[in-house]
């Protein structure tokens, strides 16, 4: 399959990755979650709704683009937030 990018969810300190996003992760290698780290450091956290467009490593794409996804057990998520994220989910 031919793509620019691929879309990878986490959580909004980019700590707790599903596991298909874990397995993504691991196989682009150090050069993404070298970025990821560095992204992390300066900035903290990646806001519910929020996405980061990073150089994808080893994978067969040009792009991996991290999305901050709400999760149901996370108090640090900003209702404001997914209720735009929910809205912009919803618009065609």
């Known amino acids: 399959m031919n793509s620019d990018a691929i879309v990878i969810p986490t959580n909004d300190r980019m700590k ?3 596991s298909t996003s874990k397995h993504i992760i691991q ?3 150090r050069q993404l979650i070298d970025q ?4 992390k450091r300066d900035h903290g956290r990646l806001p ?3 996405a980061k ?3 994808s490593g080893k994978l ?3 792009y991996a683009i991290l999305t901050s996804i709400p999760t149901l057990n996370d108090l640090n998520t900003d209702i404001e937030n997914v ?3 929910t809205e912009n ?3 065609d």
């Open 27 to 29: 196989n682009a290698g």
């Open 36 to 39: 990821i780290a560095v992204y």
């Open 48 to 50: 519910v709704g929020n």
């Open 16 to 18: 707790d990755f599903p």
């Open 60 to 62: 067969s794409t040009q």
């Open 89 to 91: 989910a919803l618009i």
């Open 83 to 85: 209720s735009l994220l």
């Open 53 to 55: 467009l990073f150089h």
